[in-house]
């Protein structure tokens, strides 16, 4: 990092807002780890920020909220945002740089050229919130070219954005490495998520349901394709009827390559996939399940 003296860690994250800044606060800075975010940190991006501290020299994390992946009835206006607070947990866990920039910083045109995500794109999330994929791995391209990191960190909670971005990286040959990283739950089972600040304590106890209903598929999973999808819908059923109740959006397991649905007979690795809404807030969880 271009600095006349190493930085002092108790003096927290350099904040950079513009490109100009952040290439100035990159310009010696090593093996570069970016840690992608839309803010809002909770514990989930701490053990994304560790895994990152780990293997690079220096720590890159991203606030954006970025209006591209949001449907016009989805929670862009709401979605919570806390600068001061993301850069003091970001001092905590020894980041070297956040990268906050204005969204006319990252979408300084309308944008035109966007990233087609394909026909996975379509599937599950793709489905129920059309573009999204597109605003996603539009704005992942934008910051890998932004920041060139040598690797990133996302999260496993986001099971088809992340392989929807080792795609990216593949076919279109992206100097970066992808590291994934395993879900972080709460003792109860709930898959952290900066959604979850919007659940009052009733609808917190539905959304449980979610991380059962993984469980109950994957402890099936001996019994097949069938078995596992039946043995979670059971979960969800039940779930449905409670107050509030849980409302789910999809139920699916997928080929983790194409997260298309996989067929009753097949063997090996799969994803098993919930989204719900609980009152106005939807989740998203997932397990991987071996066949
Ligand atoms: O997972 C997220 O928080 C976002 O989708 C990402 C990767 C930061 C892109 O805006």
Same mark, same amino acid.
């Given at each position: 990092?271009?600095?006349?003296?190493?930085?002092?860690?108790?003096?927290? +994250?350099? =904040?950079?807002?513009?490109?100009?800044?952040?290439?100035?606060?990159?310009?010696?800075?090593?093996?570069?780890?970016? =840690?992608?975010?839309?803010?809002?940190?909770?514990?989930?991006?701490?053990?994304?920020?560790?895994?990152?501290?780990?293997?690079?020299?220096?720590?890159?994390?991203?606030?954006?909220?970025?209006?591209?992946?949001?449907?016009?009835?989805?929670?862009?206006?709401?979605? +919570?945002?806390?600068?001061?607070?993301?850069?003091?947990?970001?001092?905590?866990?020894?980041?070297?740089?956040?990268?906050?920039?204005?969204?006319?910083?990252?979408?300084?045109? +309308?944008?035109?050229?966007?990233?087609?995500?394909?026909?996975?794109?379509?599937?599950?999330?793709?489905?129920?919130?059309?573009?999204?994929?597109?605003?996603?791995?539009?704005?992942?391209?934008?910051?890998?070219?932004?920041?060139? +990191?040598?690797?990133?960190?996302?999260?496993?909670?986001? #099971?088809?954005?992340?392989?929807?971005?080792?795609?990216?990286?593949?076919?279109?040959?992206?100097?970066?490495?992808?590291?994934?990283?395993?879900?972080?739950?709460?003792?109860?089972?709930?898959?952290?998520?900066?959604?979850?600040?919007?659940?009052?304590?009733?609808?917190?106890?539905?959304?449980?349901?979610?991380?059962?209903?993984?469980?109950?598929?994957?402890?099936?999973?001996?019994?097949?394709?069938?078995? =596992?999808?039946?043995?979670?819908?059971?979960?969800?059923?039940?779930?449905?009827?409670?107050?509030?109740?849980?409302?789910?959006?999809?139920?699916?397991?997928?080929?983790?390559?194409?997260? #298309?649905?996989?067929?009753?007979?097949?063997?090996?690795?799969?994803?098993?996939?919930?989204?719900?809404?609980?009152?106005?807030?939807?989740?998203?969880?997932?397990?991987?399940?071996?066949?």
């Amino acid at each position: 990092m271009t600095e006349t003296a190493p930085r002092d860690p108790a003096r927290g +994250p350099l =904040v950079v807002r513009t490109a100009k800044e952040l290439r100035a606060a990159l310009a010696d800075a090593g093996r570069v780890g970016l =840690v992608p975010t839309m803010g809002a940190l909770h514990g989930g991006h701490r053990s994304l920020m560790r895994l990152a501290r780990e293997q690079a020299d220096t720590v890159v994390v991203s606030v954006f909220v970025n209006p591209l992946q949001f449907g016009p009835d989805e929670d862009f206006d709401r979605y +919570p945002r806390d600068l001061p607070g993301d850069t003091a947990l970001c001092g905590e866990e020894g980041v070297d740089v956040v990268f906050a920039p204005e969204t006319a910083t990252v979408y300084p045109l +309308p944008q035109m050229v966007t990233v087609d995500a394909g026909a996975m794109g379509e599937r599950l999330e793709g489905a129920s919130r059309p573009g999204h994929f597109t605003g996603v791995l539009t704005v992942v391209t934008k910051l890998f070219n932004l920041v060139r +990191p040598d690797f990133a960190v996302f999260g496993a909670k986001d #099971a088809q954005q992340i392989a929807l971005v080792r795609r990216l990286v593949a076919d279109l040959d992206l100097p970066v490495e992808i590291v994934g990283a395993p879900t972080l739950r709460d003792p109860d089972g709930l898959a952290s998520s900066s959604r979850n600040a919007y659940l009052s304590d009733e609808e917190r106890v539905s959304a449980l349901a979610l991380s059962r209903a993984l469980r109950a598929g994957a402890d099936a999973a001996s019994g097949g394709a069938e078995a =596992v999808r039946e043995a979670a819908r059971a979960v969800l059923e039940e779930a449905a009827k409670a107050d509030p109740p849980l409302e789910p959006d999809y139920l699916a397991l997928v080929d983790p390559a194409t997260f #298309a649905d996989v067929a009753a007979g097949h063997r090996g690795e799969t994803v098993l996939a919930v989204a719900a809404r609980v009152g106005a807030t939807r989740l998203i969880d997932n397990v991987s399940v071996n066949l």
